[in-house]
């Protein structure tokens, strides 16, 4: 998790597979989506587009951080 935030706190916005190679993996991992899914539920990230599965959908720090 801390990970994932320092990352976005250098970044305006990346997607889930730059995400994933920054963070040293070859694919996208399911325990990657789920850490990214609970810190957008918690309020700590946002997504860029109203749809999850939209191929332009961006993560980013959320404003309300």
């Known amino acids: 998790i801390d990970e994932v935030l320092s990352i976005l706190s250098e970044r305006e916005s990346v997607t889930m ?21 609970s810190l957008v539920s918690e309020g700590a ?12 959908q961006r993560i980013r720090l959320s404003s309300r951080r």
Do not use: I, R
């Open 45 to 56: 990230l946002d997504y860029t587009q109203d749809s999850k599965t939209s191929p332009y």
């Open 17 to 37: 597979k730059e995400l994933s190679q920054l963070m040293g993996y070859k694919s996208q991992s399911n325990s990657l989506k789920a850490v990214v899914s």
